[in-house]
């Protein structure tokens, strides 16, 4: 992409770092489930969630990028970007997520994070999927007012806490779980929230055929109810008919005996 400097001067800023270096699959898999899961969170909402975007963050010098996993700009056009160039913007990621691995171990613990800071990224979270380079495999960070990273401590649950977010991140038999921090539930992607709806109407569904299936039960019940005290009147009819015939036969063999 080429643009023009305030000095009139052609820039170049290049849609993709050039790193020849591939990534594995659980880095890769990670990567698009966390997009889509922060997609869904801020569907409809003006946010914007970027992943594997190249980010500048100064004016003029092309060469001062970034390439985030994820990130997530609050109070944002959700639009789709070719980059996002923090000065056009006017607004700055307030959380950046990382996935390391060997090939970009150094880079996310040593680099970014500095980078990170210097831009004044609120929060910085890294996530090692292997558990092989991070000890614990899952860390936090929030900027001081020093413009330095301090670690972010777990809860007693073992969880940390994303204040610009809403968020909480832990590790289930190492994988990573983000939940909402308010409600506790699990942040969904739009798959799961569209099985959980497909769940939920079949639930619906079956409450309503076993509530029709009550009823009728019910409605038969009544129905045996009501033969059943037809059936008694008629018998009970009878039997007062019955008595009411030998009282009469009593009282004319009295009157005859007379």
Not at 106 to 114: G, I, L, N, Q, T
């Amino acid at each position: 992409m080429r643009v023009t400097s305030p000095e009139n001067q052609a820039i170049d800023y290049p849609e993709s770092d050039g790193n020849p270096m591939g990534e594995t699959d659980w880095h890769i898999d990670w990567t698009l489930r966390l997009r889509d899961m922060l997609k869904y969170r801020y569907r409809d909402q003006r946010v914007y969630v970027g992943s594997d975007l190249l980010l500048y963050y100064h004016e003029g010098v092309p060469r001062d990028f970034v390439v985030p996993d994820g990130f997530v700009v609050l109070d944002c056009d959700p639009q789709r970007r070719r980059v996002f160039k923090t000065w056009e913007e006017k607004r700055v990621p307030n959380v950046i997520f990382e996935f390391t691995s060997a090939s970009t171990r150094r880079s996310d613990e040593f680099f970014k994070p500095r980078t990170y800071a210097e831009i004044g990224v609120p929060e910085y979270f890294i996530f090692d999927p292997h558990s092989e380079y991070l000890s614990p495999s899952l860390q936090g960070f929030r900027l001081t007012d020093e413009c330095r990273y301090d670690r972010i401590e777990s809860d007693s649950r073992g969880r940390l806490e994303s204040r610009e977010l809403g968020l909480t991140l832990e590790l289930d038999n190492g994988e990573l779980v983000i939940r909402d921090a308010a409600s506790g539930l699990l942040l969904p992607t739009q798959a799961d929230a569209a099985l959980q709806r497909e769940q939920a109407a079949k639930q619906r569904e079956q409450i309503a055929k076993e509530r029709e299936q009550r009823a009728k039960e019910s409605e038969e019940a009544m129905k045996q109810r009501e033969e059943l005290a037809r059936r008694e009147a008629i018998e009970l009819a009878a039997k007062n008919a019955s008595l009411e015939l030998e009282l009469r036969r009593l009282r004319e063999e009295l009157d005859g005996q007379q």
